[in-house]
């Protein structure tokens, strides 16, 4: 049964104009719309539109015209079908995969790479993710590297150092925080077949979306375990009133961050733990040691300068602290890491320290050739000997 309109009232729109509104609408945007969205859009487009006349025609068109990605999420069939053959007639324009120790890292997008894994080959996702985010879009990238202009914000020096550059959530309307959640619903269900039974799922996030994020992959179909705190003082919140400081220098706008989410969820598990355990080396987390269990509260602190010299990247994690996520993330210690959104490949690395078989994909050509250099520096961080340089790896290689 259709919802009631929001507006009753509203005069109908020719049906030719709803198609082609909606049309347009996902046909413009390079990811997947919510209801909500799309509605938004349309009314946009062509005015005031009774909410029935757009749901409907979606529904009568999909599939068809439209694909369901997920519950409430769609994308145009035509953009979804140019995209799967641009993917492949682009092929040549992706790096060869390159190897380094046990890691593999890809250049490809992350989604055409996924939807070609084995299913029940990956049994942990360790990842940080960037990727769909208004902040890593190639225009705020682009501004990113310009050093000026865009989402970013670039703290002042202080005693002489630059500090990084950070993204400023609190800009991103209503819109992008629907595409947010409409992004990582498909990316959840895109990854889902790919998991073991058991495999966990640990997403990186931050106070201000993580509840968006975890909406979305509990409705991909994963479940939700939780989340782990990595305790560290962060670059958001604290400031006084902008344009104000004086007036109110006893007021902070929202409280500065302590810690930082990573949520934790799980491919459901195949009959009980100790079954799924057997059968597949996942369904829960490896202990430090004997007499400690693996908490969710790790301490860390802000990645050092000489760190985020070997990989620069905007969004570095320390070692320091990835290591003890990822050798947590396989509970036997067996199995293959996947970091979907790999950036300067410190997950990768860490996965290399700790000695796990891992796989990183990474769409940006320049984060790619980044990593490429800067895992094998990372995997001997903060040691002494001599980095083990990365090798290509033929086309095929997983």
Known sequence: MLPTDRNSSSPKQPPGRVRDAIIKVLEDSDAPLTLALIEASVRKEIGETPTSSIRSYLRLNTPGLFVREARGVYRSAVHQQSSRQQSLTEIEDWEAPVACGKSTLHHHDCFSWVEQRPSNSVHAIVTDPPYGLHEYTEEQQRKLRAGRG???????????????????????????????????????????????????VVVASNPLVAHIVATALADAGLERRGEIVRLTMTMRGGDRPKGAHDEFAGVSVMPRSMWEPWLVFRKPLEGRVQDNLRKWRTGGFRRPGDDKPFGDVIASAPTRRA???????????????????????????????????????????????????????????????????????????????????????SPGAS
């Not at 630059?162 to 990316?187: C, G, H, K, M, Y």
């Not at 490429?372 to 990372?378: D, G």
């Not at 001599?386 to 790896?393: D, G, M, S, V, Y």
Request: proline share 10%; hydrophobic share 40%; glycine share 8%.
């Open 150 to 200: 865009g989402v970013w914000r670039l703290p002042p020096s202080f005693d002489g150092h630059r500090r990084s550059p950070v993204p400023r959530f609190t800009t991103l309307d209503e819109n992008q925080l629907q595409e947010i959640q409409a992004f990582f619903r498909v990316w959840g269900r895109a990854v889902l077949p790919a998991l073991v039974p058991g495999a966990n």
């Open 307 to 393: 760190e985020r010299k070997l990989a620069p990247h905007p969004s570095l994690k320390p070692q320091a602290f990835l290591r003890q996520l990822v050798r947590g993330a396989l509970p036997l210690g067996e199995g293959v890491v996947l970091d979907t959104f790999a950036g300067a490949g410190s997950t990768l690395a860490a996965c290399n320290a700790v000695g796990y078989e891992s796989i990183g994909v990474e769409k940006d050509r320049a984060y790619f050739l980044t990593a490429v250099e800067a895992i094998p520096k990372l995997t001997n961080y903060p040691s002494k000997k001599a980095a083990t340089p990365c090798k290509p790896n």
